[in-house]
């Protein structure tokens, strides 16, 4: 079993940032990569950047991309997510996915729902306006 846990989220103006963090524990040899997904009020969720672990390729959503970074930690079961510049809308409750034993080809990284197994709780980030 492997789980996930975020951190990081809070209260932020307008451009400012925030760095999330997502911890993974237990058996967390069959992840093969890290996404982060966001689902703000009234819409679905959203994919916004993933990690794969295979090579370090990193996928940032064109919505955040050149404000939003997504990284590894020094130990493997560490990801975070930097968001700069932030918006309004922005505004969400961000989560931190991965699949589990899918043996995801080397060159894949998957940025639908279905394709991730375990979710951790959420972390909400508001950007005021």
């Known amino acids: 079993q492997v789980q996930l846990a975020e951190s990081g989220g809070g209260l932020v103006p307008v451009g400012g940032s925030l760095r999330l963090s997502c911890a993974a524990s237990g058996h967390i040899s069959p992840i093969d990569a890290v996404g982060w997904f966001r689902r703000a009020p009234g819409k679905d969720n959203e994919f916004v950047a993933g990690f794969r672990w295979t090579d370090g390729y990193t996928d940032v959503a064109d919505s955040v991309k050149g404000r939003f970074a997504i990284s590894r930690g020094n130990a493997k079961n560490t990801v975070y997510l930097q968001m700069n510049s932030l918006k309004p809308e922005d505004t969400a409750v961000y989560s931190c996915?991965?699949?589990?034993?899918?043996?995801?080809?080397?060159?894949?990284?998957?940025?639908?729902?279905?394709?991730?197994?375990?979710w951790g709780q959420g972390t909400q980030v508001t950007v005021s306006s």
């Open positions: 996915a991965a699949p589990y034993g899918r043996g995801w080809s080397r060159d894949y990284l998957g940025h639908q729902l279905y394709e991730y197994d375990v």
